[in-house]
């Protein structure tokens, strides 16, 4: 790990400053710092300034009549224990405790979660100079591609690591970002980016930028979620597949329903679900929904696995609220 | 070569201080600085929970934290576990349940599962595998670690 100033502001006003980027001197956020940890020791980034955001105050959950709002600095595990994001925004509840480790959910932030670097071995292995660090080549086209993407993917193909990520896009959540220009915000569906979009980056957020908030509104009554997640290693790992479901059912009928996939994109994968709505749902019009979402998959080698799984995935996660 | 910081923590109950580089985790200050070497080094990466300590009274992977993030908080690690009256129930009971062979994953787990018995004094065999699941033991396959937990909780809950 190379070495570094660690700046510690109490001013949001000062941060895009902290951050400005020149030729000879990289900054980066930190925030709970698991996966910032991970790149310094493997070398991925070699940054001259880390710009702590944890004494900015962003660490709370605040619920009121319009919805919930979480600071960027909030941890996973702060979100497990709140019994109201539990209650009604369950899908991130469920998706916050799925992430890796207890010891890693006492650290890691919501913020975080989002603004992680993609798992892809080749990306994180010093040895691989791919296409994502300038390259000229994704190794995972003709390596070994079991936990790439099936869907998106293209010239580069990461999966996006997040879990919260499709729990919030299905809850309808906006993420506000702070920069040199003032705040904007941002609905979490146009959050990330594709390669073909951009190659070097997964999310909109510039480097003199910093993620502050997340907004998710109320859900209308009625309104069920569910984070369905499927890993090799059933106590900790990321997901080879999962589902973020938001549903409202109306006698008999849904009204409402989003459906977001998990670990087979290099973004979260928003499923146009509206041909449910409207109908009864049954396990028939859901496995027909399903095979629609995945019908332009277009696995690699190794992964034509996830496509199936993440039929499985959909089809339990919907039913599973009916 | 960064500027060292000065850092100033409660580790074990006593006040510590420390400078450090703020490239150095938290893993690296106990043990090659302050020879707190109870703690291990396992993955380096998350993964292995070798590394747990309590900050602030909650278990992290002291490998993934920074030591320059630690001024102000509480820190305990595994040599502030037994007491001068003898060992916590949960070091008698991985000994009498031979829940360790190379004991390298040993101090991480005794200090995860403190942190649990400290919440939850008495948690299901469920609950102790979702809690502990964030640390990897290669020799023993979990089953004595998981009976030495519930056997310490049961001593616990009678003193």
Redesign the interface.
């Known amino acids: ?6 700046v510690n502001p109490s001013n949001l006003q000062d941060v895009p400053q902290l951050l400005s980027q020149k030729r000879d001197r990289k900054s980066v956020v ?1 925030a709970g ?2 996966d910032l ?2 790149e ?2 493997d070398n991925l980034i070699t940054p001259d300034r ?1 710009v ?1 955001i ?1 004494a900015l105050d962003l660490r709370y959950i605040r619920h009121s009549k319009e919805g919930v709002r979480m600071g960027a600095t909030t941890t996973l ?1 702060d979100l497990v224990s709140d019994e109201e994001i539990v209650k009604t925004y369950t899908a991130l509840a469920e998706a916050a405790e799925s992430v ?5 959910r ?2 890691g932030t919501i913020g975080g979660n989002l603004c992680q670097r993609p798992r892809c071995w080749y990306f994180r292995g010093e040895e691989f100079h791919c296409l994502k660090k300038g390259g000229h080549k994704c190794f995972a086209v003709d390596g070994e591609n079991k936990y790439h993407a099936v869907m998106g993917g293209g010239p580069c193909h990461i999966v996006h690591p997040s879990d919260t990520a499709p729990a919030l896009i299905a809850l309808h959540a906006t993420i506000k970002i702070h920069g040199p220009n003032g705040e904007r915000t941002v609905p979490a569906a146009d959050f990330f980016l594709l390669p073909m979009e951009n190659l070097y980056q997964e999310t909109v957020v510039h480097s003199n930028e910093v993620v502050t908030e997340i907004f998710i509104p109320k859900p209308k009554a009625g309104t069920k979620s569910t984070y369905l997640k499927f890993k090799e290693k059933g ?2 790992d990321f997901a080879l597949a999962a589902a973020a479901v938001a549903l409202r059912v109306e006698g008999g009928v849904c009204k409402d329903v989003q459906v977001v996939l998990g670990g087979v994109a290099p973004k979260p994968w928003q499923a146009d679900a509206s041909a449910l709505v409207g109908q009864v749902v049954t396990e028939e019009r859901v496995v027909a929904f399903a095979n629609t979402v995945l019908k332009d998959a277009a696995p690699l080698r190794d992964n034509a696995f996830k496509v199936t799984l993440s039929k499985t995935m959909i089809k339990r996660g919907v039913l599973a609220l009916v | 070569m960064a500027k060292k910081v000065h850092v100033t923590t409660t580790i074990n109950g006593e006040e510590r201080e420390f400078l450090c580089e703020p490239r150095q985790t938290l893993l690296e200050v106990l043990r090659d600085d302050l020879d707190l070497t109870g703690t291990k080094e396992g993955c380096s990466n998350g993964n292995c929970g070798a590394c747990s300590v309590l900050l602030g009274g909650k278990v992290v992977d002291s490998c993934l934290v920074m030591a320059v993030e630690t001024e102000g908080q509480d820190i305990e690690t595994i040599e502030g576990v037994a007491s001068p009256e003898g060992l916590h129930p949960l070091q008698q009971k991985f000994l009498e349940h031979a829940a360790l062979q190379c004991g390298i994953c040993t101090p991480g787990f005794i200090v995860a599962a403190k942190a649990l018995l400290e919440k939850e004094p008495n948690p299901s065999e469920e609950r102790i595998r979702l809690y502990l699941a964030g640390n990897l033991c290669r020799c023993t396959g979990y089953d004595k670690i998981v009976r030495a937990v519930q056997d310490a909780a049961a001593v616990m809950s009678k003193a």
Request: proline share 0%.
């Open positions: 790990m190379n070495a570094f100033e660690y930190m710092g698991i940890l991970g310094l020791k880390l702590n944890k595990s890796a480790s207890l010891q890693i006492n650290v106590s900790m």
